[in-house]
């Protein structure tokens, strides 16, 4: 038993026809609705709309809830459009167009013979199981992940794309799956301003202590290391800044409003100008 069809084409241009704007700000947006429904009567009958015109705008003004009188201008408007044509039904002029049948194939005049089938092929070897890194086979219907692409032209983007596929299979015990043409835009991006010795320092930074948002989420994606990178280096500068805001007594004492040297905890790191006075 075939298929209820409940569903008819239009124009993707419809909203931008300005005879429909027309239409609508002649007879109301409710006009819109008796064409529809024309174009669904005339897609179930190919194309025809069939009965006395009184009883054509009698059954659509019910449909649609709007006046016979309304729906006979309705029609006289498409028909002075020739979205409708009589002959002598009532007919949607463009249905043809919108409803393509596919002629079958003929064999062309005087080629009446078929020619053989072609004789089959030879089998084609089936493709060995694609092995991991302990060597072992992947089960069937499981796609183990890659390394990262050694065709990425660039070292630097393979350093990055490495340091963090290492470092994901050294925090969780299993490689990430690798998306080559993605993961090397995303360390391009990385690298972005930087240099590489930086960029391999943002990935391990964070796979080792990454931002709570993401810890908690579990998310370690090389797209989401782009992401935490300003909070990244926010946190790096305000480790620098503390620091440097550590001075001694001596350049307390002498009224030092910025401090002239670094500390790291108790330890000194550059030697005190005041105390060499």
Same mark, same amino acid.
């Given at each position: ?7 008819f084409?239009a124009?993707?241009?419809?909203n931008?026809?300005?005879e429909v704007w027309?239409? /609508?700000?002649r007879?109301?947006?409710?006009a ?19 009965g ?5 705008a009698?059954c ?5 809830? /709007?006046?016979?009188t309304?729906? $006979? ?5 498409a028909?002075s459009r020739? !979205? $409708? ?16 049948v ?10 009446k013979?078929?020619?053989p ?6 089998? /084609? ?7 991991n890194?302990?060597g072992?086979?992947a089960?069937?219907?499981?796609v183990?992940?890659?390394k ?10 393979r350093?990055?794309?490495?340091? !963090? ?5 050294a ?9 080559g043409a993605?993961?090397g ?5 990385l ?6 010795e930086?960029a391999?320092? $943002?990935?391990?930074?964070f796979l ?7 810890? @908690?989420?579990?998310?370690y ?5 782009l ?15 503390e620091?440097?805001?550590r001075?001694c007594?001596?350049c ?5 409003r910025?401090?002239?040297?670094l500390?790291r905890?108790? @330890? ?7 105390e060499?006075k």
């Amino acid at each position: 038993m075939p298929r209820i069809k409940r569903w008819f084409p239009a124009s993707h241009d419809i909203n931008g026809d300005p005879e429909v704007w027309e239409l /609508t700000e002649r007879f109301g947006e409710r006009a819109l609705r008796v064409w529809l429904e024309i174009l669904s009567i005339g897609d179930r009958n190919e194309g025809q709309v069939k009965g006395q015109r009184d009883f054509i705008a009698t059954c659509l003004s019910s449909k649609c809830r /709007t006046t016979k009188t309304r729906v $006979l201008q309705i029609l006289d408007y498409a028909e002075s459009r020739l !979205w $409708l044509v009589s002959d002598p039904v009532l007919r949607v002029r463009n249905h043809p167009k919108y409803h393509r049948v596919r002629e079958p194939k003929e064999v062309p005049a005087g080629d009446k013979l078929v020619s053989p089938p072609s004789e089959p092929s030879e089998p /084609t070897r089936p493709k060995e199981p694609r092995k991991n890194l302990a060597g072992d086979s992947a089960p069937a219907g499981k796609v183990l992940p890659r390394k990262p692409d050694r065709k990425v032209s660039d070292p630097r983007v393979r350093a990055v794309i490495a340091a !963090w596929y290492d470092g994901f299979q050294a925090k969780f015990g299993e490689p990430p799956p690798v998306n080559g043409a993605k993961a090397g835009a995303i360390a391009k991006k990385l690298l972005t301003g930087r240099s590489e010795e930086k960029a391999v320092g $943002l990935v391990r930074e964070f796979l080792r202590s990454p931002p709570e948002f993401y810890a @908690e989420r579990q998310l370690y994606g090389l797209e989401h290391i782009l992401a935490a990178a300003p909070s990244l280096l926010a946190k790096r500068g305000t480790r620098r800044l503390e620091q440097e805001a550590r001075t001694c007594k001596a350049c307390v004492a002498a009224g030092e409003r910025i401090p002239a040297h670094l500390w790291r905890g108790s @330890e000194r790191l550059e030697p005190c100008p005041q105390e060499a006075k």
